[in-house]
């Protein structure tokens, strides 16, 4: 099977170029994957990001119907896709709360545009786009762990939609019908809990959970940053006597 940061170099396209807007970041380690949609074509998208007379926004990429898959900017900077900090105190993204106000998302955020119309569409993908844009996900959390040794967590908290970030003024991008779940439940495929992915604890959580010390809630999820209950460390204890030898 592919290297996923291999499938990146013969899968996506550059087609950045000297005017499109971006900025250094500083060093700055991207924490989420911001997700809109284009509101016109792929050819109005790249025209729009490589144009001279664009002096205002950009995408790290743009995904398009079929599937294609355009960079404009390089992870290592930052795009101009998510605002400054006007606007941001409508933010509802926990990451963003977390962060603060008056720290402009785009230094965290990779941001991709997608290819449709929020009137037409309300945010969903065609089949080829959505294979695309899940395997661009997964190639941006690989590659920002490869550069920066830091692995985004794939859930609601860093995959989001501009409109977490810009509720007013973004309230439909990308639209009530972006596949966020689907896109994330493919990038925890494989482990027990979906909120696991990207956690510095994931291998002892699943370790713990092939033993039978741990499980996790009714939804799927592990929740490992919430407080233990008393009723959950009584349940630990005695998963740990019955495993005990003798």
Avoid at 80 to 86: D, H, I, K, Q, V
Avoid at 101 to 120: F, L, T
Avoid at 165 to 177: H, M, V
Avoid at 227 to 245: F, N, Y
């Amino acid at each position: 099977m592919m290297d996923i940061l291999e499938w990146g170099k013969e899968n996506i396209k550059f087609v950045g170029n000297s005017k499109t807007n971006k900025s250094d970041r500083r060093r700055r380690i991207p924490e989420m994957i911001v997700n809109h949609i284009s509101e016109g074509s792929i050819s109005s998208m790249i025209s729009w990001f490589t144009s001279p007379n664009n002096t205002g926004s950009s995408a790290h990429f743009g995904v398009s119907k079929k599937g294609e898959i355009y960079q404009f900017v390089a992870i290592e900077d930052c795009a101009w896709a998510n605002g400054l900090t006007s606007g941001i105190e409508n933010a509802t993204s926990e990451l963003v709360l977390r962060r603060g106000k008056d720290v402009n998302p785009n230094w965290y955020s990779v941001s991709i545009e997608h290819e449709g119309v929020w009137a037409e569409t309300k945010g969903s993908l065609t089949p080829a786009q959505l294979e695309a844009t899940k395997q661009l996900h997964k190639y941006i959390i690989a590659y920002v762990k490869d550069k920066y040794g830091y692995e985004i967590e794939p859930s609601r908290k860093t995959i989001v939609g501009h409109f977490e970030i810009d509720k007013k003024e973004r309230p439909n991008c990308p639209g009530e019908l972006f596949p966020f779940d689907e896109i994330i439940s493919y990038l925890n495929e494989g482990l027990p809990f979906s909120d696991i992915g990207g956690h510095w604890a994931k291998d002892l959580i699943i370790k713990a959970h092939e033993e039978g010390w741990v499980k996790g809630y009714p939804d799927g999820t592990f929740q490992p940053d919430k407080p233990m209950t008393r009723a959950e460390s009584v349940a630990l204890v005695m998963a740990a006597i019955k495993k005990a030898p003798g």
